[in-house]
């Protein structure tokens, strides 16, 4: 056997982004399951919920610049790590808010805040990891993966911090999340490198293989203080803000990401207050959304490379995402319709699903066109859609308010056909970067050279 065989470095390190994905959503997803638990305790409304909701998604979507940058100038190992260290903190302190306190709907609200600013990492970070670490022809299914722990993350909450809530408390549940993150962050910081030259187990062939499919070059990594060319070849934000590849992508993301936190935010409220179930029915039926998620981000990124592979990137990523949103509107506005709630959870779980088929898409889209600069523009990307999820936390509780519920999932299934025409004007093979070599990485002459290689 080969090393190239026995020794898969990337697949380990994106397993362990896969974890860390999960984590990051168990710490954003379990307040949403003790949302009634806090609601009691601190006498709040369902709108003063939705405002905690909103904060943790405003300082993550606010912050993800600046995480993209901190990613591409100091390399993905150390800033992951030290955004992990942030969330346990700041989901432990969500844990101390005294129930005396009079002003306890504010300070929550800050906390929130400011774990969402230390998460802002995440995705931002993986994305340059996947830039400089994974070939072209394997982006989709890593994206896949990674994406897959939101899915893991989001699905393993209601189960775990019902449990937790039930024997021991809400409180403990915030702890319990703290701990779990710490510990993957130390895993993560021990085990990662910000560039595969770096790795002491990288192999000569895995070192090859990785080096033959990037859309740049790994010969120039960042020192761990950061090297003058990195800082020379990242894209200029004049040129990011300036495409039309990017904001569309940003538009697109924005719709993605206002229904997605539907599912992370209300549907475990909804289906206890609305649909009637019970606790234990509740915390079951709201994990099929992210069961669905889980299984259809590892798909879609499966056939986001085949379909890549076989017919280009415009089918194999564009045309992909955007049939993928267009289904998932259909399924959340005929799953609102249904009266039954068991059947409604199933439907909704399949809208979540489809939705998340478009995911590699996304992260794989940035990766090719920006380079070097992935972080940076996927996290002005991700930004769009966390705003779209702040939207949602606020919007949706007051629409269902004065309209009902049905009409909150059906704005949701709108959006989603507005972010499945922004793929449209997408056109992937349109770089960022200004140089020749970059552009035939991303373009038509790599993934010609993908589809030789079958």
């Not at 998460?119 to 994974?134: H, K, L, M």
């Not at 894209?235 to 990011?240: M, T």
């Not at 017919?311 to 993928?324: D, E, H, K, Q, W």
């Amino acid at each position: 056997m080969t090393a190239e065989k026995t020794t898969r470095v990337r697949w380990f390190l994106v397993f362990w982004l896969f974890v860390l994905s999960a984590v990051s959503y168990l710490d954003r997803v379990n307040i949403s399951i003790a949302g009634g638990a806090i609601v009691d305790a601190y006498h709040l409304t369902d709108v003063q919920l939705g405002k905690v909701f909103s904060a943790l998604v405003a300082g993550y979507a606010l912050f993800q610049p600046v995480g993209g940058y901190l990613a591409d100038r100091y390399g993905p190992r150390r800033v992951l790590t030290g955004g992990v260290v942030w969330w346990g903190v700041f989901t432990a302190l969500t844990a101390l808010v005294p129930a005396s306190l009079s002003g306890a709907l504010l300070l929550f609200v800050a906390v929130r805040f400011l774990l969402g600013a230390g998460e802002a990492v995440i995705y931002p970070a993986a994305n340059q990891f996947v830039a400089r670490w994974i070939p072209v022809r394997e982006r989709g299914i890593a994206n896949g993966w990674i994406f897959a722990g939101v899915g893991a993350g989001a699905g393993l909450t209601p189960p775990l911090i019902t449990y937790l809530m039930v024997h021991y408390g809400w409180r403990s549940s915030f702890w319990v999340c703290a701990v779990i993150g710490l510990l993957t962050g130390v895993v993560w910081y021990i085990a990662a490198r910000d560039a595969p030259e770096q790795h002491p187990s990288m192999s000569t062939s895995e070192l090859a293989a990785i080096r033959s499919g990037l859309t740049i070059s790994t010969a120039a990594t960042p020192s761990p203080r950061g090297m003058e060319h990195d800082r020379k070849v990242l894209v200029p934000w004049k040129r990011v803000v300036r495409s039309r590849e990017v904001w569309a992508l940003t538009v697109s993301y924005f719709c993605y990401g206002y229904v997605a936190w539907i599912f992370f935010s209300w549907f475990y409220r909804y289906l206890a207050k609305v649909r009637g179930l019970n606790l234990k029915a509740s915390a079951f039926y709201s994990m099929l959304p992210f069961l669905a998620m889980l299984v259809c981000c590892l798909v879609g990124g499966t056939i986001n490379d085949r379909v890549t592979k076989w017919r280009g990137p415009r089918l194999g990523r564009c045309f992909v995402a955007a049939l993928a949103m267009a289904v998932a509107g259909i399924f959340i506005a005929f799953g609102s319709q249904v009266q039954s709630a068991r059947v409604a959870s199933i439907v909704l779980a399949g809208g979540a699903g489809a939705l998340y088929l478009s995911q590699s898409s996304f992260w794989s889209v940035t990766a090719d066109i920006a380079g070097r600069a992935a972080g940076s523009v996927s996290g002005f990307m991700n930004m769009g859609g966390q705003i779209g999820g702040a939207v949602t936390g606020s919007l949706t509780p007051w629409i269902a308010a004065r309209y009902g519920w049905t009409a909150s999932f059906l704005v949701a299934a709108g959006l989603c056909l507005v972010g499945a025409a922004s793929w449209i004007v997408v056109n992937p093979l349109k770089t960022l970067t200004e140089s020749r070599v970059a552009s035939a990485g991303v373009g038509e002459l790599n993934y010609v050279g993908v589809r030789n290689e079958k």
